[in-house]
């Protein structure tokens, strides 16, 4: 059974920093693209950032680019996102979600963790 | 960035209710939309891939269509468990982006 659990999330001071790590299990890790995906109280769904299974390829959404960073240890089948320069705004649930398939291309977001709450606050 | 509008917002429906949720994108993302469902407290569900294909395990009531810039998500003979909020999701291109969210609350 693909699990996926989230850790790290809790209060960060704006301009200050947080790490947040996705533990996997149940699947290859090395062979499945990986994503965050956040979701502020009440508010929808937005992708985060994204990482290729070998993670040599990766992308972030505007709102986060130069402040986050997205990684992976395949030996440790773990994902990570360093979150720098917090923001008010970055308050959210954040869900690391494995793809459907192992297709190079795929952004079907079929496995979800149960999430980590950051709360940005002075 | 492609931009994806849902409408409505918002739904109020009865229990055996056919209901039809839509997605508009920005520009044409073929048939690269996906529907998830999410209940309170929990994370997203995939229901709909590539427009049309059920996921493994949903049951048949859902259904897609749809191609181009214009999609809908079908709900036939709502059940309770039904209740929640439906996101659509462009996986065209990068950055993936979402729409805003349709609440189906029970009449």
């Known amino acids: 059974e693909v699990q996926l659990v989230e850790s790290g999330g809790g209060v960060g001071q704006p301009g200050g920093s947080l790490r947040l790590s996705c533990s996997a299990s149940?699947?290859?890790?090395?062979?499945?693209?990986m994503n965050w995906v956040r979701q502020a109280p009440g508010k929808g769904l937005e992708w985060v950032s994204y990482i290729a299974s070998s993670g040599d390829s990766i992308y972030y959404a505007d709102s986060v680019k130069g402040r986050f960073t997205i990684s992976r240890d395949n030996a440790k089948n773990s994902l990570y996102l360093q979150m720098n320069s917090l923001r008010d705004e970055d308050t959210a649930v954040y869900y690391c979600?494995?793809?459907?398939?192992?297709?190079?291309?795929?952004?079907?977001?079929?496995?979800w963790g149960q999430g980590t709450l950051v709360s940005v606050s002075s | 960035d492609i931009q994806m509008t849902q409408s409505p917002s918002s739904l109020s429906a009865s229990v055996g209710d056919t209901v039809t949720i839509t997605c508009r994108a920005s520009q044409s993302i073929r048939i690269f939309l996906n529907w998830y469902q999410q209940k309170s407290g929990t994370a997203p569900k995939l229901l709909i891939r590539v427009a049309s294909s059920l996921q493994s395990g949903v049951p048949s009531r859902f259904s897609g269509s749809g191609s181009g810039t214009d999609f809908t998500l079908t709900i036939s003979g709502l059940q309770p468990e039904d209740f929640a909020t439906y996101y659509c999701?462009?996986?065209?291109?990068?950055?993936?982006?979402f729409g805003q969210g349709t609440r189906l609350e029970i009449k």
């Open positions: 149940g699947f290859i890790f090395s062979s499945y693209n």
């Open positions: 979600a494995r793809v459907l398939s192992q297709d190079p291309g795929d952004k079907d977001f079929q496995h």
């Open positions: 999701q462009q996986s065209y291109s990068t950055p993936i982006t």
